[in-house]
């Protein structure tokens, strides 16, 4: 059974930087594309960012050029840098993934971008 935990939200000010993890525990995280959605208040939760199995990215307009996903298949791990960030990014971030059909989320970790 895959779960999943993030970390590494907090608040930040406005043009400044947080990297979050998303930890996978299970023997699938190599072969699993994995996402990352945000969901702000009073907002549906969205696609942010998307990474394949084989290292090919995917990102959502608002964040390209800001925010890089990236993997560790060795620590099982999946990360989300967040560069330049605005107040329009404040959100809890979720991890994704889908194994065999069964979708897995995270807990989610918040960040808030204020100053």
């Known amino acids: 059974q895959v779960q999943l935990v993030e970390s590494g939200g907090g608040l930040v000010q406005p043009g400044g930087a947080l990297k979050l993890s998303c930890r996978a525990s299970g023997s699938m995280f190599s072969y699993s594309t994995m996402r990352w959605y945000r969901q702000a208040p009073g907002k549906e939760r969205e696609m942010v960012a998307t990474?394949?199995?084989?290292?090919?990215?995917n990102y959502e307009d608002s964040v390209k050029g800001r925010f890089t996903i990236s993997r560790d298949g060795a620590k099982n791990t999946v990360y989300l840098q967040m560069n330049n960030l605005k107040p329009e990014d404040t959100a809890v971030y979720y991890c994704?993934?889908?194994?065999?059909?069964?979708?897995?989320w995270g807990q989610g970790t918040l960040v808030t971008v204020s100053s």
């Open positions: 990474i394949t199995n084989g290292g090919s990215t």
């Open positions: 994704y993934t889908k194994v065999l059909g069964v979708e897995r």
